[in-house]
């Protein structure tokens, strides 16, 4: 049993720029997919990135060349680092990870992945 523990949600104004971490509960990096996703209210969970076993990212057209995912081997740290941020970004993100192939950690589909954080909110005003 994987537990995931993510940090780092603020209140921030457009154009700033926000880090979250998600901190595991064990060394998962070597076997998981670890991913980002975000739910805004009234709106269906959505992949934001995503990082494989082998280091291959894949991001959301929306945040393309905005956010950066990354991790931390040596402490069991995720991160997303998101900057350029707008309105939109505004949501509920998760940290999750499951043991997939690249190919589907490239997908980013929440249905594919089996543990998750409780979440941190990021509020981005205009």
């Known amino acids: 049993q994987v537990q995931l523990v993510e940090s780092g949600g603020d209140s921030v104004q457009s154009g700033g720029s926000l880090r979250l971490s998600c901190a595991a509960s064990q060394y998962t990096y070597s076997s998981y997919c670890m991913g980002w996703f975000r739910q805004a209210p009234g709106k269906e969970r959505e992949g934001v990135a995503s990082?494989?076993?082998?280091?291959?990212?894949s991001y959301a057209d929306s945040v393309k060349g905005r956010f950066t995912i990354s991790q931390d081997n040596a402490k069991n740290n995720l991160y997303l680092q998101m900057n350029s941020l707008k309105p939109e970004d505004t949501a509920m993100y998760y940290c999750a990870a499951h043991v997939i192939p690249w190919r589907m950690c490239a997908r980013r589909d929440p249905q594919t992945f089996r543990y998750w954080g409780q979440g941190t909110q990021v509020t981005v005003s205009s």
């Open positions: 990082i494989s076993v082998d280091g291959v990212t």
